[in-house]
């Protein structure tokens, strides 16, 4: 029995390293794992906009930005 097990892996060569390859499958996985980067990225920018959106709105305490275009810090950098 010990010498069969032996024959049998003597007879398992090892391939070369110009044979082995990553395969279709791993290069899907590839370009999924990019693609969930590319949505991630872009969900994240989305949050990000909204989250301003809401800080300048005044939702979360802060002073409501003042989007008219004059501001009291103009007023008050023209008087220097």
Known sequence: MLDL???????????????????????AIWIGMIL???????SLVKQLRKAQAAKDAG?????????TGTSER????DER
């Open 74 to 77: 103009a007023d008050t950098a």
């Open 36 to 42: 969930a980067v590319v949505v991630i990225g872009f």
């Open 5 to 27: 097990l032996i024959v049998l892996a003597v007879d398992d060569p090892t391939p070369a390293d110009n044979d082995v390859v990553a395969g279709p499958i791993a290069f």
């Open 59 to 67: 939702v979360y305490g802060d002073e409501p930005v003042d989007t």
